[in-house]
C-alpha cells in the first residue's frame, strides 16, 4: 500500500519537474540534480520534521574529501542522477541502500575495494580497506551483528514490528574518518582527520577510554580495559609523540594496524614492535625464549616491557633484584623458566656493571689529568667506544646468551683499559714533569737567593742620593 503511494507521488513529482524544466541531461548543474530535486534544502522533502535527516546539500559535502575529488551523491549511494529516469530507491536495482551499520564497510569498499576504479585516482592505491576491516575485533564484531540483523528480518513477518539492528558499538569507516557528520570525510594527512598521526590515540580513546561503553567485554578471555590511552600518554612511546613531536613513535594504529587486527606486516600485534625495533627484534628471535613466549601465548617484547606502559629500561631491569623482568618468572618457575635463565641474568647484569664500573674509573682517570692541565682530548674521545659497547650489550642482552653479552662487554673493556692506561700514563708524565721542574728550578733559585744577599752587602751610592733629591718638586 504504502509503496503504492510512494510511487504514486513520485511520479506527480516528476511530472512537475519535467513540466518546470527541472529535469535536464546535464548533470554537472547540481539545480537540476535529481538527488538535490528531493534532498535539498528547497527540495521535496524538506519542510517536513521527519524528513530532517534525508536533508542533505552540497554544503554538507564542501570538506568532504570525496566531494572535492568531484564525485557526488550517485557515486556514493547509487541511484539515478537524471530525474526522468528516476526510480523509486527500493525498486532501484542501482541504488545502494545502507540498511544498517554493517552495510557501511561494504558500503565504502564498493569504490576502495575496486583497484581499477581507484587507479583513475592514484596510480598504486590501497584496496585493502574493507578486506583487512573485516579482520580486526572491530568488524568481526559488526559482521555477526548484521548478520544477526538479516536473519531478524526474514524471520520477521508482515506486520510485526521491525527488528532493530543491534549495534555492537564498534568503530565503523566514518568513526575514524569524519570527525563528526556522515557527509564530513577527510583526507588522512589533513590535519583535521581524526586519524591524522596526532589524533589516532583521542579518537581511539572516544571509546577505548570509555569504561561504562567497554564494560562486560572480553580481549583472549581476559577484561577488556579502559586505560590503553592514559598508559600510553605517559610511556615513553606517547612522551615522544606528545611532548617531543617525534611523529617516528608509535601511536595505537602503529601497532594495532589502521583497519586490520595488526599492521599488515605483522603476524600478531606482540611482534609489531619489531618494525621499529629491528635490531633488538632480530636478536630476541632466535632465543628459546621467544618460542616459549608464542606456546604460552605471552605477547612476545611486551611481556617485559608492556603493551602501552613502556618506559625507559634501566640496567635495574636485568637480573633477579626485585624490579628485574627476570625476576617475575625465572624466581618462582613461571611457564617453566629455567634456573638456568636465573644464573644467566645475574652474569649479564654483572657484565654490565662490571662494565660501569670501568667506565667510571677510566672518566675519574680522565678528570683527574684534565684537572692537572694535562692534555688527554684523545683518550676522552675514545671513551666513547666504552659507551657505545655498554649501549650496545643492553641491546645484546635481548640475545639472552651471556657469551655474546660478554663478547659486547669485552669491547668495552678493552676500551676502558685502554682509556685508564692513557690517562695514568698523563698522570705520570705530569708527576715527571713536577720533579723535572723542581730539579730544573733548584739551582735557579740557588742563584737568585745568591744574588739577593750579594745586593744587600752593597753600601748605598751617595751620588744616587743627592740626585734623587735635586729633583724633588719645590713647594
Ligand atoms: C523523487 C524524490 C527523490 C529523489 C529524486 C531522490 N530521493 Fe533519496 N529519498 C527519497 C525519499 C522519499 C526517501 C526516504 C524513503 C526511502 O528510504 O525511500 C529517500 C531516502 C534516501 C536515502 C536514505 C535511505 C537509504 O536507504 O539509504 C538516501 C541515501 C537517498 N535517498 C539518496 C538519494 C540519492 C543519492 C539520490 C540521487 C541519485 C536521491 N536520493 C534522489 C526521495 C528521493
Ligand atoms: C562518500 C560517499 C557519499 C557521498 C558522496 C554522499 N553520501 Fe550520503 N551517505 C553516505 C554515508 C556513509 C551515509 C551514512 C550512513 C549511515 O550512517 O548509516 C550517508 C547517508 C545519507 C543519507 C541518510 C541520512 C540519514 O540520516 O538517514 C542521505 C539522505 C544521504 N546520505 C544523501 C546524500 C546526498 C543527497 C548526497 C549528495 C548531496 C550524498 N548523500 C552524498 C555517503 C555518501
Ligand atoms: C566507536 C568506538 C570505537 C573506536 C573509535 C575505536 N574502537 Fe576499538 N573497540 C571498540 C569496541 C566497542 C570494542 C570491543 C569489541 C568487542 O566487544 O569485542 C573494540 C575492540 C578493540 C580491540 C580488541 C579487538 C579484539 O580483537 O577483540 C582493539 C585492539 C581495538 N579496539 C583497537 C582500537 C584502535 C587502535 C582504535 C583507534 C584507531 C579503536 N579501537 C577505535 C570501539 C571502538
Ligand atoms: C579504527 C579506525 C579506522 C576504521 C574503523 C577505518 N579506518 Fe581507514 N584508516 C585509519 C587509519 C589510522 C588510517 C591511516 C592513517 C595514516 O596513514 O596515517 C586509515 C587510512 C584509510 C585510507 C587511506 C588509504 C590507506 O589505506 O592508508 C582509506 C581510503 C581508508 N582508511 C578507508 C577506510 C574504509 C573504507 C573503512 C571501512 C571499511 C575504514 N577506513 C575504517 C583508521 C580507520
Ligand atoms: C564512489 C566511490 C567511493 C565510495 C563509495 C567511497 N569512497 Fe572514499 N574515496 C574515493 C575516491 C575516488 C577517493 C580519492 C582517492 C585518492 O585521491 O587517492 C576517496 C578518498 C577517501 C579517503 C581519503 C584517502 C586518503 O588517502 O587521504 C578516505 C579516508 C575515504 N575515501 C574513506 C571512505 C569511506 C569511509 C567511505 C564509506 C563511508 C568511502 N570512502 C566511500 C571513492 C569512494
Ligand atoms: C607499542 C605498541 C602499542 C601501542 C602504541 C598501542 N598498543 Fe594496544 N596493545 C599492544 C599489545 C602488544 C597488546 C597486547 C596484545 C595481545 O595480548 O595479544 C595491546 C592490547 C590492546 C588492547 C586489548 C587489551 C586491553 O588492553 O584490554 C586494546 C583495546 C588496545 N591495545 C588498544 C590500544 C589503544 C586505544 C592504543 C592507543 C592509545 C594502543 N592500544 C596503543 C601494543 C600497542
Ligand atoms: C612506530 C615505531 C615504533 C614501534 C612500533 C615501537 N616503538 Fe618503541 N620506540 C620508538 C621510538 C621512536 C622510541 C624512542 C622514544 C624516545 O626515547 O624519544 C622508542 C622507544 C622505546 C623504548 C625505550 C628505549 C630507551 O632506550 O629508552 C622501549 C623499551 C621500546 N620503545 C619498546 C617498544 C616495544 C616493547 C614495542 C612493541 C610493543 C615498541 N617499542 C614499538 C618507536 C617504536
Ligand atoms: C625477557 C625480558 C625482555 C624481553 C622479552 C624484551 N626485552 Fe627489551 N629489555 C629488557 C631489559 C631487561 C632491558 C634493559 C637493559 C638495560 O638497560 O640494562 C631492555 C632494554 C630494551 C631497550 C633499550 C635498550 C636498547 O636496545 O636500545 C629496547 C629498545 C628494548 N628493550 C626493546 C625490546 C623489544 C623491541 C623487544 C622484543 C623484540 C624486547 N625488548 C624484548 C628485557 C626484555
Ligand atoms: C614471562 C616469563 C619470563 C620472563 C619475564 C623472563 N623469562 Fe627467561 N625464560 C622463560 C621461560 C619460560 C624460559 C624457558 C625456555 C625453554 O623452555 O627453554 C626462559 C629461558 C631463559 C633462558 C635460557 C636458559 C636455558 O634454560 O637455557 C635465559 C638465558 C633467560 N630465560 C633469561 C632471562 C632474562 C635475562 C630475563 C630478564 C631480562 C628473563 N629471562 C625473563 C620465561 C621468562
Partial sequence: MR??????????????????????????SLEDYSCNFCHGNDGTLAGVEENKHLIVTHEDLKADVHWQKGLRCHDCHGGNPKLDDYVDHRDDAGFRPLQSLADMPGFCGHCHSDTQYMRRFRPSPRTDQEMEYWTSGHGQRLRQAGEDYKKALEAAK???????????????????????????????????????????????????????????????????????????????????????????????NDC??????????????????????????????????????????????AACHGNHQTQHPSDAMLGMDGEAFCNRCHKDNQFGATLAGAT?????????????????VAEHTIEEAERLGMEVRGPRFDLRQARDALTNARSVIHTFSPESVQEAIGEGLTATANV?????????????????????????????????????ALPIPAVQATSQAEQLPEH
Fill in 256 to 301: 594495532h594496524g589502521n583497519h586490520g587486527a595488526v599492521p599488515p606486516e605483522v603476524d600478531s600485534v606482540a611482534n609489531a614492535c619489531g618494525t621499529c625495533h629491528n635490531k633488538v627484534a632480530t636478536l630476541f628471535a632466535e632465543t628459546r625464549m621467544k618460542h616459549r613466549f608464542e606456546e604460552e601465548g605471552l605477547p612476545g617484547c
Fill in 3 to 28: 509503496a503504492v503511494l510512494r510511487v504514486a507521488l513520485v511520479k506527480m513529482l516528476l511530472a512537475a519537474a519535467v513540466a518546470t524544466g527541472a529535469a535536464q541531461d546535464d548533470e554537472e
Fill in 344 to 360: 644467566a641474568a645475574v652474569k649479564m647484569r654483572d657484565g654490565l656493571e662490571n662494565l660501569k664500573t670501568q667506565i667510571a
Fill in 158 to 252: 508482515d506486520g510485526e514490528e521491525a527488528p532493530v539492528f543491534e549495534d555492537p558499538k564498534v568503530a565503523t569507516c566514518l568513526d575514524c574518518h569524519s570527525p563528526g557528520g556522515k557527509h564530513n570525510m577527510l583526507a588522512v594527512a589533513d590535519q583535521k582527520s581524526p586519524v591524522y598521526v596526532t589524533h589516532v590515540a583521542e579518537t581511539c580513546a572516544k571509546c577505548h577510554s570509555d569504561a561504562e561503553l567497554m564494560a562486560d567485554r572480553t580481549y583472549h578471555g581476559k577484561p577488556l580495559g579502559h586505560d590503553q590511552y592514559e598508559e600510553w600518554k605517559q610511556s615513553v612511546h606517547g612522551q615522544a609523540m606528545l611532548e617531543k613531536g617525534d611523529l617516528s613513535a608509535p601511536t595505537c
Fill in 420 to 456: 685508564t692506561a692513557s690517562a695514568n700514563a698523563a698522570l705520570a708524565e705530569h708527576a715527571n714533569r713536577r720533579i723535572w721542574l723542581a730539579a730544573t728550578l733548584a739551582p735557579i733559585l740557588l742563584v737568585v737567593g745568591l744574588l739577593l744577599l750579594y745586593i744587600r
